[in-house]
């Protein structure tokens, strides 16, 4: 028997209200549902449910990156920035193949997580010199 798809990341912050308002209002992604009396909100990732926490323990802490695909990243960077999202750079180019460019840009939760946009452009045949 061999493992699904990933169905759930949990990413642990310090204050739920913060975190809740930063990936439901800032970066737009929808909110499930937050459980009433304990600081735990679920969010719809596509097919991946982000569960925002605050750990129990130690043991359960997390550090992450998450790598979020965008359909015009020059368009979503200028979006988060206007809103208040402090990026390390500017969109720029990570890898070229053939026939797609991947772009990225990097900023952080109010946790400090990693939070990367990615687009991957359709680039047509890379010349050979």
């Not at 990341?9 to 992604?29: C, E, M, N, P």
């Not at 998450?66 to 960077?77: K, N, S």
């Not at 402090?86 to 180019?93: A, K």
């Amino acid at each position: 028997m061999a493992l699904g798809p990933v169905a759930q990341i949990h990413i642990s912050v310090t204050d739920i209200g913060r975190s809740v308002a930063f990936y439901r209002d800032v970066l737009g992604i929808p909110l499930l549902f937050e459980v009433p009396g304990q600081s735990m909100a679920f969010f719809a990732s596509g097919d991946v449910r982000l569960y925002l926490g605050v750990p129990e323990s130690a043991d359960f802490a997390s550090r992450c990156t998450l790598y979020f695909r965008v359909d015009d990243i020059a368009v979503e960077h200028r979006r988060l920035l206007a809103a208040g999202v402090q990026f390390s750079g500017e969109p720029h180019v990570v890898h070229r193949d053939g026939t797609t460019a991947l772009w990225m840009a990097a900023c952080t939760d109010p946790d400090r997580h990693n939070l990367v946009l990615m687009e991957e452009r359709p680039t047509g045949p890379v010349p050979r010199s």
